[in-house]
């Protein structure tokens, strides 16, 4: 009988492959959930830009939100994921936008109550149907409401662990809570103990880098309050030089003057690691030349 070995090449001279996963902390995941935070985070930089437009959720129609529609299809060649609620998602979002999607599944209360009081919002069943590629549920450690919003993730936890999908524990702040490092590594710290597979906190110029250092999972930043367009990108590089693996920017991307270039501008200093400087001159010069055609 003929040797198999002379018409196939089994590369007898190469070890196994065997690479681990490129993100903090996943590399005991199933294949779907990496696959899933594959279409999150980008694998060649290892860090994310998202496009958060789930405001409308407790805020009404947010300014720059008023038509989804017509402000967000321009930004979506530039954004790693879009976070947002399944209303907008299956309204106004092409279905041939392919990355990934992170879906607001917690809600309740709107700006006018107790924002801590939150339930989950979205069965699993429609997550799935959605092709959704994480979970997102607010966890308000100190809150009125924390030992329930804890409930709502360490139950999402379970759902999305049963179906692959990962949770994204979104730490909150509410009106009497002081930012800074001390609360920001307590509350991503129990979130990611919990179960959640990444998490979004906010920026402190202080001893941010003992939050990341410190918390087993990935942390992105929220973008927070307008501010102006050098200032945010200041804030993204400061994020990612202590340890951030990316940021998830609503107001200070679609508020801004020129919103399709702020997205660039930010993923510059996420993905290539330019300086914000150097991005403000991209930004300044490309929203010139627009202004002279």
């Not at 709107?110 to 607010?138: F, G, P, T, Y």
């Not at 930010?266 to 991005?279: I, L, Y």
């Amino acid at each position: 009988m003929k040797d198999v070995r002379e018409s196939k090449d089994f590369h007898l001279g190469v070890p196994p492959q065997n690479e681990a996963f490129f993100l903090k902390g996943s590399n005991s995941l199933d294949w779907g959930m990496k696959n899933r935070l594959a279409r999150i985070f980008e694998p060649r930089s290892g860090k994310t830009v998202m496009l958060a437009i789930d405001h409308g959720y407790f805020q009404g129609p947010t300014t720059g939100l008023e038509r989804v529609d017509v402000t967000i299809p321009p930004l979506l060649p530039y954004a790693d994921t879009l976070m947002l609620t399944r209303g907008v998602l299956r309204s106004m979002i092409p279905p041939t936008f392919g990355r990934g999607i992170v879906l607001r599944a917690t809600g309740g209360p709107s700006i006018l109550k107790e924002l801590s009081n939150e339930h989950i919002a979205v069965a699993i069943e429609d997550a799935i149907r959605l092709n959704v590629s994480a979970l997102a549920v607010q966890v308000f450690i100190g809150g009125e409401y924390e030992t329930q919003s804890v409930g709502n993730l360490t139950r999402l936890v379970d759902q999305g662990n049963s179906c692959g999908i990962p949770t994204l524990a979104v730490t909150a702040v509410g009106r009497d809570m002081v930012r800074e490092a001390r609360y920001m590594r307590l509350a991503c710290r129990i979130c990611a103990e919990l179960g959640a597979t990444y998490v979004k906190t906010y920026y402190v110029p202080e001893d941010f880098e003992t939050v990341t250092a410190s918390c087993p999972v990935p942390v992105v930043i929220a973008g927070g309050k307008k501010l102006p367009e050098l200032e945010a990108l200041r804030m993204a590089h400061s994020a990612i030089q202590q340890g951030a693996l990316g940021v998830d920017m609503g107001r200070n991307i679609f508020q801004a003057e020129a919103p399709v270039l702020m997205i660039q501008a930010v993923r510059k200093v996420v993905h290539e690691a330019e300086t914000p400087e150097h991005a403000f001159e991209f930004y300044q010069s490309m929203k010139a030349e627009a202004a002279m055609v």
